[in-house]
């Protein structure tokens, strides 16, 4: 199949959909306005900014890819999986995660709770910060501190109240890295794994079990990503030139809810061919 991409890519962009703060429209112009040229939306667990985004990038005369960052957990890490070109109706990705962003809800819920006890904040408030059926994170908890005058904004939220330190941070419910890059695959799309190397809690897996995601079809790595520590890319990079993987590069962009900018990182053209060639699920679309 023929398709256009050229110029530069961001594989990596949230909307509302989950925790971004902008329509997957905007997202795409966003993108767009940055000298983006190749853009993949990829809320968390969730695929139904797809049709929007899509329709908008063929308005500005670009390519959208099709995607999603689907929660996983290995040991005590929040392990996040970028899947791209997947096909979104496959079942035992939707039974999963359905099953991830209803256990998001509750968790979302307990936390709220246990910080009200200590603040003035409600479940209502964060509410009032989620756009409908919305993958509820801590982002939209933060955004509720905020609207209450608790913190100034996200990054002070995280730094602090909604940082595991305080004992306010409650997990929710992931599947394990193997089974979300065997499910991805399996409903024919190609994982890379989102910011693998970033510092403090959630820092790199050990190369053994990164070992056993390859063998269980992994892609690739998102290395160039603001989050990645200077030696967890070196090490990412030798790990990809021994495996032949793919590598990527994008921004994580969340609209007004994070510093990043579209377009800061990027994926070369070689690497989106690798992703479109190698996917079945779906396709990419242009105008
Ligand atoms: P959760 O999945 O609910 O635990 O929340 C994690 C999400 O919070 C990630 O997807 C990030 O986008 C977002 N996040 C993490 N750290 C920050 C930060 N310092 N500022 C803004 N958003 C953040
Ligand atoms: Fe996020
Ligand atoms: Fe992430
Ligand atoms: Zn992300």
Do not use: C
């Amino acid at each position: 199949m023929a398709y256009l991409f050229s110029g530069p890519a961001d594989l990596h962009l949230h909307s509302n959909h989950s925790d971004g703060t902008e329509t997957p429209a905007e997202v795409m112009r966003q993108a767009h306005a940055h000298g983006v040229r190749t853009m993949a939306l990829t809320d968390h667990d969730r695929t139904t900014g797809w049709d929007e985004a899509g329709a908008a990038a063929a308005r500005l005369g670009v390519t959208f890819l099709p995607g999603m960052e689907l929660s996983a957990k290995h040991e005590w890490r929040s392990v996040h999986v970028l899947g791209y070109l997947f096909d979104p109706g496959d079942a035992a990705l939707v039974a999963e995660t359905d099953r991830i962003r209803g256990d998001r809800i509750g968790r979302a819920e307990r936390i709220v709770r246990s910080i009200g006890r200590d603040y003035d904040l409600s479940w209502d408030d964060v509410l009032a910060q989620t756009t409908a059926d919305a993958t509820v994170g801590r982002p939209h908890i933060a955004d509720a501190l905020i609207a209450r005058g608790i913190v100034r904004d996200r990054t002070e939220a995280f730094d602090g109240i909604l940082h595991p330190r305080e004992g306010y941070y409650e997990p929710h419910y992931a599947p394990d890295p193997l089974t979300a890059v065997r499910l991805i695959a399996d409903a024919g799309g190609v994982s890379v794994i989102a910011h693998p190397a970033t510092a403090g809690r959630d820092r790199m897996m050990p190369v053994a079990f990164i070992e056993q995601l390859i063998a269980a079809g992994l892609g690739g790595f998102e290395i160039d990503h603001r989050e990645n520590t200077e030696s967890g890319k070196r090490a990412l990079r030798e790990l990809a030139r021994k495996h032949d993987l793919i590598v990527t590069g994008s921004s994580d962009y969340h609209g007004a809810g994070k510093p990043n900018r579209p377009g800061e990182n990027t994926t070369s053209e070689e690497m989106v061919a690798r992703i479109t060639e190698r996917a079945t699920g779906s396709a990419p679309r242009y105008a």
